[in-house]
């Protein structure tokens, strides 16, 4: 079992910079990929980035391409999103997710509560 807890959210000005936080409490975090996600008010939850078990490769979201950037510390078990050039169209609840190297939320088997990301423009 694998539980998450996200930190990190808050209101930033459009320009700014968040890091979110994923933590994990189980044993096994380090056997999987962990993802980040997001749903804005009215919007389908969608795929921000994600992240290999080992933390060498990384897969992104056009829309953030060049303007997010996810880490782990597989040591701390701790998966991170920072976040820069942040704009209204980021706001969202960002939740973050133990599972499979995909970007299909599907695939992914646990998940955090969400924290709120709002962007001011």
């Known amino acids: 079992q694998v539980q998450l807890i996200e930190s990190g959210g808050g209101l930033v000005q459009a320009g700014g910079s968040l890091r979110l936080s994923c933590a994990s409490s189980?044993?096994?975090?380090?056997?999987?990929?962990v993802g980040w996600f997001r749903r804005a008010p009215g919007k389908e939850r969608e795929f921000v980035a994600t992240?290999?078990?080992?933390?060498?490769?990384?897969n992104y979201a056009d829309s953030v391409k060049g303007r997010f950037t996810i880490s782990r510390d597989n040591i701390k078990n701790t998966v991170y999103l920072q976040m820069n050039r942040l704009s209204p169209e980021d706001t969202a609840v960002y939740s973050c997710?133990?599972?499979?190297?995909?970007?299909?939320?599907?695939?992914?088997?646990?998940w955090g509560q969400g924290t709120q990301v709002t962007v001011s423009s």
């Open positions: 189980g044993r096994t975090f380090t056997d999987y990929a």
């Open positions: 992240i290999g078990s080992g933390g060498l490769v990384a």
């Open positions: 997710a133990a599972g499979a190297y995909v970007t299909d939320l599907k695939e992914y088997y646990y």
